[in-house]
């Protein structure tokens, strides 16, 4: 295949150009600024011009975008289109029911409510990781061998500066890399009755203690969506066949991640040497270290490497999947203590692949537990990489993906 890559400058976009090249197909990458995801026809001509000269049949992007399923429907080209967020509202758009489109949702709740839209070429189809970079890393951290990146991302991931260098004594004992949501949108709102908002923060904290189910959608009666519309102001295209329930319950769901990570990364700090690698404000976390920000590619896998314990803190609204940080710390050979995850559980074997917990209390025990027991939880790291390595590599995945469009051709 020759494919045409559109690339938004996401994390994985190397891995992914690497695995499409090294599994034999032609990649031609570009990226196209845009206006409106539904119409902007200077992107459609630019779009179209690449097609055309460099005879491009199928095209791929992480994320899926309205605009080039159009070009690929006009061209009669496959359009290959793998779901890194959740929710990724883009979806709800009608070009998503297009034949041309083939959708590889990586969240299983996302993928089933999306199945009720009768999109054609709908998948179930969890992330990957790079386990060819990172098992070269992994011998590389280990021998105490540091490297840099120009890679740039978003919250926790950015160009490294303050990234930990040196032995392995230095490592993090405890670290977590990541956002804090503390500029959620909730946080966001100017005015709430005091009724609304007392029943609102209790949905919050109610769904804070809960791990393996979100409930949040449910408790957002119409009667409380009423009030909500007084006050909030959130809108998708009128074609888009999203309720002001879900974009309620993914703005709330922010904030439960928020308050929950705030509280126990401030619990871990109080007992555990703590390391943030974040670009949040580390006020709000005083006692733990600040790691600044780390590079995807080269600096965080080290991170992930030499830290005896990595959190995992699931956004909520991944109600789900397995979120790429999970992957990324296991590939990387890192020991992953991660939230009740209903995939992760399901594909993984708690205690002996990746450890995980469903309280604070439990959080806090196992922390202690693993730190205590270095041969155990650096078995458990060793396991988890050889499953990463065997059902979640690039290669694997991307094998899988292909195989998956070829016998659906339309």
């Not at 009768?118 to 540091?146: C, D, M, Q």
């Not at 260098?165 to 977590?176: A, L, T």
């Not at 537990?369 to 991307?398: D, N, P, W």
């Amino acid at each position: 295949m020759r494919i045409l890559y559109y690339t938004w400058f996401e994390n994985s976009q190397e891995d992914m150009e690497e695995t499409l090249i090294f599994l034999g197909n032609g990649v031609v990458k570009c990226n196209i600024p845009f206006e409106d995801y539904e119409q902007d026809q200077a992107f459609t001509e630019q779009l179209s011009k690449i097609i055309e000269e460099y005879a491009c049949d199928t095209i791929f992007s992480f994320n899926f975008f309205p605009l080039i399923a159009k070009t690929a429907k006009s061209f009669q080209i496959k359009y290959i289109s793998w779901i890194y967020d959740c929710p990724h509202w883009t979806l709800y758009s009608p070009t998503a029911k297009y034949a041309c489109n083939y959708i590889f949702v990586f969240d299983q709740v996302q993928f089933l409510s999306l199945k009720q839209l009768e999109i054609p070429h709908l998948y179930h189809f969890p992330l990957a990781v790079n386990t060819r970079r990172l098992g070269g890393l992994l011998k590389s951290s280990r021998a105490n061998v540091s490297t840099d990146s120009d890679d740039n991302q978003s919250t926790g991931i950015g160009n490294g500066k303050t990234l930990l260098q040196g032995n392995v004594e230095d490592s993090p004992i405890v670290s977590f890399v990541g956002s804090l949501y503390e500029n959620n949108r909730y946080d966001q709102i100017q005015y709430l009755p005091e009724y609304l908002r007392g029943y609102l923060e209790g949905i919050i904290k109610a769904q804070e203690q809960i791990y393996g189910y979100n409930f949040i959608s449910e408790l957002l009666t119409e009667d409380i969506q009423k009030q909500m519309n007084q006050c909030i102001v959130m809108e998708l295209p009128k074609s888009y066949p999203v309720s002001k329930q879900q974009l309620y319950a993914a703005m709330l769901n922010e904030k439960v991640t928020s308050q929950e990570r705030i509280f126990l990364l401030n619990s871990i700090s109080h007992h555990y040497p703590l390391t943030l690698y974040t670009a949040s404000n580390m006020a709000i976390v005083p006692r733990a270290k600040n790691g600044g920000t780390v590079s995807y590619r080269a600096q965080m896998p080290q991170v992930f490497c030499r830290s005896k314990i990595n959190l995992n803190m699931t956004l909520r609204s991944i109600q789900s999947g397995i979120p790429l940080r999970a992957l990324d710390i296991m590939g990387a050979g890192g020991f992953l203590l991660s939230n009740y995850q209903t995939e992760l559980a399901e594909q993984f074997e708690d205690g002996k692949e990746l450890v995980l917990y469903g309280s604070a209390e439990e959080l806090l025990d196992k922390i202690s537990y693993y730190l205590s027991h270095e041969e155990e939880r650096q078995e458990i790291a060793h396991c988890g990489f050889l499953k990463v390595q065997k059902l979640f590599s690039y290669e694997t995945r991307v094998r899988q993906m292909f195989q998956l469009v070829q016998e659906h051709s339309f």
